[in-house]
């Protein structure tokens, strides 16, 4: 896999941590999570939805009508590791919404089609 995100040191270590049973370090959580979100706004371009993985970051994504105040209509919030797990392809959309890992709302909120990033 040669994507940009496996080249970060960052993701690499949650990845390891994850694999291993263990609590991924903060800062290399933290990296890793902004690294995937700039990522994912960079491979969906646009202002349509979005995603918060608080409390790391939030970017905006997807073609569609821009957001530009109060609530956005089309939101994705997770947790850090779910995040993780979501962009890098370790774990479905469907399920992550299934057992709700992910929370969406709107009607431009399934971003499935972008993972993993």
């Not at 371009?45 to 956005?72: I, L």
Request: hydrophobic share 40%.
């Amino acid at each position: 896999m040669s994507s940009p995100h496996f080249k970060s040191a960052a993701v690499a270590a949650v990845l390891a941590a994850i694999e291993a049973g263990r609590p991924p370090e903060k800062a290399a959580l933290r990296d890793a999570v902004r690294a995937l979100l700039s990522e994912l706004s960079r491979s969906a371009p646009g202002r349509s939805v979005e995603v918060r993985v608080p409390p790391y970051g939030a970017v905006q994504c997807g073609a569609g009508p821009r957001h530009t105040r109060g609530t956005p209509p089309n939101v994705v919030e997770t947790d850090p590791v779910t995040w993780v797990c979501l962009a890098t392809g370790r774990l479905a959309w469907v399920d992550a919404t299934a057992d709700g890992r992910v929370r969406v709302s709107g009607s431009r909120a399934d971003i499935s089609g972008y993972f993993p990033v």
